[in-house]
């Protein structure tokens, strides 16, 4: 190789597993900052894109998070036209940036990874197609997220139900629940978003519960009992025609998010205004003494997933509703037996969620044949939620112990694609081979994590996927602020990896002259500055809670759909019960759209 050519940045091939929230972004980055360099694909399971928005599709799915926080920076959207959006508005905001920065035409929809395994003779990762197809990429992105791998509740006689079984996470629209007797098993965030939708279709309906929830008042909104709201068409016009207005509206939702972290410390004055501010709340909300004890926890508020929707409160106690409290015991023919009694059911619900473990679906084989199924079998350890000792050059998003609930998502999800960017183009323009996380550096991560989290409600008295159980090690949640953690990531510490390289570990020096004299012979060390200069996500001195927020131009609103594929629409789209339950009231229906986190004042 000619000093020349040893100067000139390497060009990488890159796969994408999964076109969601952080599939989606990932391309977007890769396509503005190392185009010239890198060639890549997503490969996704579903027949469209959009990840747990395409596949979450039950009634009332909503984010909970308002809109305009739920979004890119880079792609603004001043049309929402909710507070809380539905799914299907999310997955018609994300098929319109795919469409606007034209990333669908890198994306293969039906197309199921089964296996990915290093060569380490090459340095390059090979995916496996379900249709037997091999591809070879240097670099590989696990986008597939932790919300898409729905959790079947593991009870007695499940299978001998007679009757639909349906699950939030694969909803059957052709199923009419008007006039039903309906058995929902679960009463996480998405029973709380579905009892509340469809109470006013049906007969009759039990909702067992095994723990209680804490549930958070709406943010933000004026009115502490008011629905979801509707913007107008004038003030839509606003946040589109007056960037500034909107970004300012944007930020100071975000900063109300960024703003309590706080109440996650089990000792601090937040903690405790929160939990005594939630157990007020709840008591004007359920008159009933002894539904009090059972609906009130007893442990410290966000120990447990903070769970929006103040409506499934008001929904338990409809008179067509029944909260049951015993545990299950079995599942018959006919409905669910529990604390000796059976209760009849037409349609039984699993609102039981995700499985959480974040052991991947298929077998990911790293160095020396190391199947990352197997290592995360029981205690999942990740370094920074982003790599993986003895899986090198494999990114992931939202992998264990990352902010999924520390405050603003997106900005965090922005912060980790940034330090791909960086990483890569390090690797591009220095010819590395193979970059892995050193495991002392990720033991030292893990242990720094476990001690603080001490502190943290997380290792409360509740029951918690966040630490898999009781006592477990936590491992759902960053320890640490979203705000903590971009910082920590700005920081880029390549001291924690170990490098190969193509040759000798200078080579890219070249024959001497730098690239102020010849930029052509390194566009990539020309180009750095103004890279780093673009992301959002590098903290500055003077950096304000969101800071990462920007007047960036707004998506045209010809660039976005229902969100809803064609088969979604010709399967349920039309269907009766759902036209019944567009025309039932406000307070019926929106209520279960009330955020997650809320500011506490200090």
Sequence with gaps: MSTEQQQKPKHIRCTIIGAGVSGILMAYKLKSHLNDYVTFRIFEKSPDLGGTWFENKYPGCACDVPSHCYQYSFAPNPSWSKFYASSDEIQGYLKGVAKHFDLERYISFNTKVVSARWSESDSTWTVELEDGSLVTSEILFNAGGILNHPQIPNIEGLSDFTGPLLHTASWDHSIDLRGKCVGVIGAGASSIQLVPSIQPLVQDMKVFIRTPSWIAPPVALPDPNATNYTYTTEEKAIFEAKKDV?????????????????????????QKRTRAMFESRMKQLIPDQDLQKKLIPPFEAGCRRINPGEGFLTALQKPNVEPVFDPIERVTRGGIVAGGKEYPADVLVAATGFNTTFRPRFPIIGRNGTNLQDAWQEHPESYLGLGVAGFPNYFIFLGPNTPISNGSLMGSVEATADYFIRLLHKMIRQRVNSFEVRVDAQNDFNNHTQKVMQDMVWTGTCRSWYKQGTNGKVTGLWPGSSLHYIQVLSEDRWEDYEWTHESERYSYWGHGLSWIEEPGL?????????????????????????????????????????????????????????????????????KHAAVACITVQV
């Design 522 to 590: 390194d566009p990539l060390g020309a180009s750095k500055q103004d890279m780093i200069e673009a992301m959002t996500t590098l903290p500055k001195k003077d950096s304000d809670l969101s800071f990462y927020l920007w007047e960036s131009s707004p998506l045209p609103e010809t660039c976005f759909s229902s969100g809803q594929s064609e088969e979604i629409a010709q399967d349920g789209n039309d269907l009766a019960w759902k036209n019944v339950l567009q025309t039932t009231t406000p307070a019926d229906v929106d």
């Design 246 to 270: 909107y970004l300012d509206t944007r930020k100071e939702l975000e900063d109300q998010f960024n703003g309590m972290f706080r109440l996650f410390l089990k000792s601090s004055p937040e």
